[in-house]
């Protein structure tokens, strides 16, 4: 199965409902890591990340890059699901699919694939073959997926290729923030949910996890979840920009992770992090994040453009 993923300007024909002219992945608003809608193969659902600004250990260059992961729900702990695939870009005046062809162990603990380093940016940014109109496609195939745990090997559907594309705005955007301050967490050992906020028209809160989730490694997790993702349309959904932050209390540099995540109907309704901060770093006193017992999290949730599936 391949799934090609778009990240495109939003054309003045198009029928959705965003008034002005997007962005691309490579301008100011691009440079944040996406991750595609979830896609079936194999009878497991995956998702593709693209990471426009990826750097290799002990080089500089930032470059494009392409990560494979599957959705941490399938996979029951002590299995392994072995994957072999190719993450490729579009090549427009060849016709063709670049990239390079790689393989993972995935389990509880480590649902993303290594990066795949494809193009320097700066050399994308200079490129008429892969970059146009500010657009790049990015794919994926899946050769193979075996589940350690299961005596069957795995028959790679052939199904037709799957098609997602992302538009993006340049301005215009609907952008929400919420505070929400947690006394005692200290003394909190079960998952937790923030009071329902409103971005967008749409309901939220944030799932927060004090000792991680079971897909995480000594790391509190950090969810942003969609209550009401039946009212989406059928034909579209939203790509939102996730900006969590653990405030500090004691000179202001928050510990702040960054990422963009596609909503959309009969999807996932909630995207995160299982590994957001090491319990060790958010506990220790000197680090200022805890002040007693009671934490400060910020959620700024900005709607930045839509996506669909064809």
Known sequence: MVVIFMLNPLHSTSNHSFP?????LCSK??????????????GYSWFLQVIPMHKKSGDEIPYVALGLSVYQNILKPGSTLHAVFELSMYNNSKGT????????????????????????????LKSSEYLVDDSCVFGVRI??????SQNKPVVVSKKPITV??????????IKGTYTWTMNNFLDKKLPVCSR??????????????????????????????????NKLPLESGMMIELRLSILNKNNGEHYTVTGRFMFALAA??????????????????????????????????TIIGSCNEG
Request: contains cysteine; charged residues 20%; aromatic residues 10%.
């Open 196 to 229: 329902v906020f409103k971005v967008g028209g749409h309901k939220w809160h944030i799932n927060m996890h004090p000792l991680g989730d079971q897909y995480s490694t000594n790391s509190l997790s950090l969810y942003l979840h969609l209550r009401d993702l």
């Open 20 to 24: 002005n002219k997007p962005q691309g």
């Open 268 to 301: 996932k309704n909630s995207w995160g992090w299982s590994n957001f901060i090491p319990l060790k770093t958010l506990t220790d006193p000197s680090r200022g994040y805890l002040v007693g017992s009671n934490c400060t999290l910020k959620a700024d949730v």
């Open 97 to 124: 699919y670049h990239g390079c062809k790689a393989s993972y162990h995935f389990h509880v603990k480590q649902t993303h694939s290594e990066k795949k380093c494809l193009i320097p940016i700066e050399e994308l």
């Open 29 to 42: 608003k691009g440079a944040v890591s996406a991750n595609s809608a979830l896609f079936d193969c194999c």
């Open 164 to 173: 997602q594309s992302i538009f993006l705005q340049k301005k215009g955007f």
């Open 143 to 148: 050769l193979k997926a075996d589940m350690s």
